[in-house]
Each structure stands twice: as structure tokens, then as C-alpha cells.
């Protein structure tokens, strides 16, 4: 067990409609990275939070958003969602703002968009 | 654009004997590289981090070696068992540069 939470563990829904996917982190870590892995392909970085602030980001689409609240959680949503958002989003944490550390994964999401 | 390789094919192996999985990368300096471990359906799990500076890490039957020059990393698990079946992702990062991590590469422990 990592320590990182993620919720809901699956999730199904139609085209167009908007989720939003919840992290904790590992107690006392201050970053939060969101990760999209879709069938055989590799972890794809969407976003990067450090207390409460948005520190990097990748690949992510505008219809995706994400933020850091006070308490350290996260959350990803994803609004006007097509069959191509169908993947396991995955959330990790870590203590640094930066490299050099290591990040701890939470279980993931599987998002199905029908 | 950065670009980080690993062997997108499966390598199988026997039981017992040594695996060496291969990550190569071009347009990145990174300050460090790091290997984990995946499993289906599942996240990542972190395994071990090996620094620019450093040649060479070990931990239990694993071993990582980093050659900048080269831009290579090879990882090596010794005296395999079919529980280390998973895929292998190498992972590049530095300073305040996001964490890119390779496509993975699947492993297959024969008994």
C-alpha cells in the first residue's frame, strides 16, 4: 500500500459528460502528479501540483482541469469526455517539489466513456 | 523533444537466469533516472533511483547502471523468478523538470 488514495476506483459514463477523479496523498507529502495510461500505451504526464500551487505541466487537454486544495488532496476533472478519454488515471505524490524524488502511486481510476 | 526508449517487446526469460532491460534516451541531460515496476491494472511502484553521478546501484537482486554518455540505462534483475513478471518502466527526470517516463517494457519469467 502506497499510502495514496484515488476515488472512485472505476468510473462509467457517456460521451460529453464531465467527471472529477479525488486524490490523497502519502501523509505529508506536498506534490501531486496526475497520470493518464491508456491500453498499451505509457504513462502520460497531465499535471503537477506542490502545495496547493501548479508546479509542471504536460499533455493535458483543455477540457481537463485539476487542483490542489488546502488539505493536500487533488482533483482531476475531465468535462466533455470522448470515447478517447477512456483510461486508468493514476495519481502519485511525493515530498519534493521537484526531481530527484520518488513517487508514490495510488491505485489508479478506470475511467470508461461509453 | 526529449525522447526516452525502452524495448517495447516482451523479453522472456528462464527462470533463474539474469534480465537485462535497456532504457535509452535522446535530447535530455537528466539529473537522474529511475526504475519501476508495474503490474496490470496497477500503478507504478518504485524500485530504485540512480543519480548522474553515479555508475552504478544495487539493492537485493536488482542492479541499475547509468552511462550519460552513452545515454543509457541498463537494469538487471538476477536469478529471475516468475514473480518478477511485470512491466518495467524507466523514468527521467532533474532539477525542476517533470518526471517522463519510458513506455515500459514487458518482462515474462518462465519457470
Known amino acids: 500500500d502506497s499510502g495514496v488514495t484515488q476515488t472512485p476506483k472505476h468510473l462509467i459514463t457517456a460521451t460529453g459528460q464531465r467527471v472529477t477523479l479525488r486524490c490523497s496523498p502519502r501523509s505529508g507529502d506536498l506534490s501531486v502528479y496526475w497520470y493518464q495510461q491508456s491500453l498499451d500505451q505509457g504513462l502520460q504526464f497531465l499535471i503537477q501540483y506542490y502545495n496547493g500551487e501548479e508546479r509542471a505541466k504536460g499533455n493535458i487537454l483543455e477540457r481537463f482541469s485539476a487542483q490542489q486544495f488546502p488539505d493536500l488532496h487533488s482533483e482531476l476533472n475531465l468535462s466533455s469526455l470522448e470515447l478517447g478519454d477512456s483510461a486508468l488515471y493514476f495519481c502519485a505524490s511525493s515530498g519534493l517539489a521537484g526531481g530527484g524524488d520518488t513517487q508514490y502511486f495510488g491505485p489508479g481510476t478506470r475511467l470508461t466513456v461509453l | ?111
Open chain 2, 1 to 111: 523533444s526529449q525522447k526516452i526508449e525502452q524495448n517495447s517487446e516482451a523479453l522472456n526469460i528462464q527462470e533463474g537466469k539474469t534480465a537485462t532491460l535497456t532504457c535509452n534516451y535522446t535530447n535530455y541531460s537528466p539529473a537522474y533516472l529511475q526504475w519501476y515496476r508495474q503490474d496490470p491494472g496497477r500503478g507504478p511502484v518504485f524500485l530504485l533511483l540512480i543519480r548522474e553521478n553515479e555508475k552504478e546501484k544495487r539493492k537485493e537482486r536488482l542492479k541499475v547502471t547509468f552511462d550519460t554518455t552513452l545515454k543509457q540505462s541498463l537494469f538487471h534483475i538476477t536469478a529471475s523468478q516468475p514473480a518478477d513478471s511485470a512491466t518495467y518502466l524507466c523514468a527521467l527526470g532533474g532539477g525542476y523538470q517533470k518526471v517522463t517516463f519510458g513506455t515500459g517494457t514487458k518482462l515474462q519469467v518462465i519457470p
